[in-house]
C-alpha cells in the first residue's frame, strides 16, 4: 500500500495546487489528506464530476498550473463532456491529472452497478486519448510513474489519468471533523418513511437503497415496490418523475440523499414545473457523502427546501426530529411535496447488501406497477 501522504507529496512538488473531485471509497484515505492539507480554495468537493473538471479547468486558466481530478470511475460519464469539448488536445489542451477509483475491476469481486463500467474503464479513457497508468503500491514504482505522467503533459499538453485499485492507500483518518447536530438516524428516518407511504418508492445510490432493502427484510414486505437506483447517482428523481406521470394513480415517493440531489440539483426544476400531484420528494440529509467515507457534501451551507420552493413543488417541509416527520408525513396528500429530513451521519456496521439481482427487482417492480395500476380505481391516499 502507498500512503496517501506520500502520493500527494510527490503531486504537489510536481507543481499540483489545486483539487477538485467527488468521493469514491476507494480513494476515501486520499481524499481525507487533501481534505486535510488543501485550503478551502484549493480543493473543492464538487457536486458532480464534470463540475470538477470544470472547476479545474478554471484553477489552470487563472494559474498556469496543473490541476488533479478525483473522482469513482463511475463519474467518468459525467465527466465526458468537460474532459472532450473543453480540456482536449484538439480544443484548449488544459491538463489535468485524474485519479480513478477502479469499481469494478475485472477479476475482483464488486456490485453489478460497477462490472461493466470496471471492463471498460482503461478503454474508455483510451478512446478519449487520455493516457493511463494502473497506480502502483510501492513508492519506487509509483515515483517513476509519477515521473512519466509529467513528462507526458509536458510532452502533449494533454491529460492524464491514474486509475486506483483497491486497498491501494493506506489508511489516513481524517483530522477535521464537521460538526452537524442532527439526531435521527437514517434508518429511522426510512423505517418511518416506509411505514406512511403506499405506493412506490425510488431510492438512491448507496446505503440509502441497501437500508431500505434491509428494512423490507425486516418487515417482511416484500421489495416489489422499491425500485433501488443502485448506480446513475443523481437520477434517482428523474426516474420517480416519469413514473408519476406515467401512472398518476400510483403514490410515488423518490428517497434521495444530499450528495446525491446536488449532483444534478437541475432535476428539481423539472420535477417542479411538471408538478405531479402523486409525488413526494425526501431527501435525507446527513451532510454527507457517507456511503463512500463520509466526506463533506456542501448541503449545510444551503437552503434546500427554498430551492424545492423556487424550483415550484408545492408542500415543503423540514423534520428534524422523528416527531415532525411523523407528522409530515401524516398529512393529507394534496400535491406535490418535498421534505428535508436531517439525519445523522452513519450506518451500521454489519449492513448487508441486496440479495436480487437489478433485473430481479426491475421485473418485479414492473409486475407491481402493472398489478397496483389494474387495482387502484381510486386517486391515491
Ligand atoms: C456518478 C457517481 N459519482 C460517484 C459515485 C460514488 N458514490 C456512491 S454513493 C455516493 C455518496 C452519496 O451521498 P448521498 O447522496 O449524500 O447519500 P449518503 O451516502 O450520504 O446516504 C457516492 C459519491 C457514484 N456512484 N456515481
Not at 459525467?78 to 472532450?84: E, G, M, Q, S
Not at 446525491?260 to 405531479?276: E, R
Request: with cysteine; aromatic share 6%; glycine share 8%.
Amino acid at each position: 500500500m502507498i500512503e496517501a501522504a506520500y502520493f500527494y507529496s510527490k503531486l504537489v512538488e510536481k507543481g499540483v495546487g489545486f483539487f477538485s473531485g467527488v468521493p469514491d471509497s476507494l480513494l476515501k484515505d486520499f481524499c481525507a489528506y487533501i481534505t486535510d492539507h488543501s485550503d478551502k480554495k484549493n480543493h473543492i468537493i464538487a457536486v458532480n464530476e464534470g463540475a470538477a473538471v470544470g472547476l479545474a479547468c478554471g484553477y489552470h486558466l487563472a494559474t498556469g498550473s496543473i490541476p488533479l481530478v478525483y473522482m469513482q470511475n463511475s463519474g467518468i460519464g459525467n465527466a465526458v463532456n468537460p474532459l472532450l469539448s473543453l480540456a482536449d488536445n484538439e480544443v484548449y489542451r488544459i491538463p489535468l491529472v485524474l485519479v480513478i477509483g477502479w469499481r469494478g475491476e475485472p477479476g475482483v469481486h464488486d456490485e453489478p452497478q460497477h462490472i461493466k463500467q470496471g471492463k471498460v474503464t482503461c478503454s474508455l479513457l483510451e478512446s478519449m486519448g487520455i493516457p493511463c497508468a494502473v497506480l502502483e503500491k510501492d513508492e519506487d514504482s509509483v515515483n517513476s510513474q509519477i515521473e512519466t505522467c509529467f513528462k507526458t503533459i509536458a510532452e502533449t499538453g494533454s491529460s492524464y489519468a491514474f486509475v486506483i485499485r483497491k486497498d491501494t492507500f493506506a489508511p489516513y483518518i481524517l483530522q477535521k471533523k464537521e460538526e452537524h447536530d442532527a439526531v435521527m438516524t437514517r434508518e429511522e428516518a426510512i423505517e418511518e418513511i416506509a411505514a406512511h407511504r403506499g405506493g412506490i418508492i425510488v431510492s438512491t445510490t448507496g446505503m440509502i437503497s441497501r437500508e431500505l432493502y434491509e428494512l423490507r427484510d425486516k418487515t417482511t414486505s416484500g421489495h416489489e415496490r422499491d425500485f433501488l437506483t443502485v448506480g446513475s447517482m443523481g437520477h434517482t428523481s428523474s426516474i420517480a418523475l416519469s413514473i408519476a406521470l406515467q401512472k398518476p394513480q400510483l403514490q410515488v415517493t423518490c428517497l434521495d440523499g444530499d450528495g446525491a440531489a446536488l449532483m444534478h440539483m437541475g432535476s428539481f426544476a423539472a420535477v417542479g414545473t411538471q408538478k405531479p400531484r402523486n409525488y413526494c420528494h425526501i431527501v435525507l440529509n446527513n451532510a454527507a457523502h457517507d456511503s463512500v467515507g463520509g466526506q463533506p457534501t456542501i448541503a449545510p451551507l444551503i437552503d434546500i427546501p427554498a430551492v424545492a420552493r423556487a424550483c415550484g413543488y408545492i408542500h415543503v417541509y423540514q423534520a428534524k426530529i422523528k416527531e415532525e416527520l411523523k407528522n409530515i408525513l401524516a398529512k393529507k396528500n394534496e400535491g406535490l411535496t418535498f421534505i428535508e429530513v436531517k439525519v445523522k451521519k452513519g450506518a451500521r456496521k454489519d449492513l448487508g447488501r441486496p440479495k436480487t439481482t437489478p433485473q430481479e427487482n426491475k421485473a418485479a417492480f414492473m409486475k407491481f406497477i402493472e398489478e397496483h395500476n389494474l387495482r387502484v380505481t381510486e386517486p391515491f391516499d
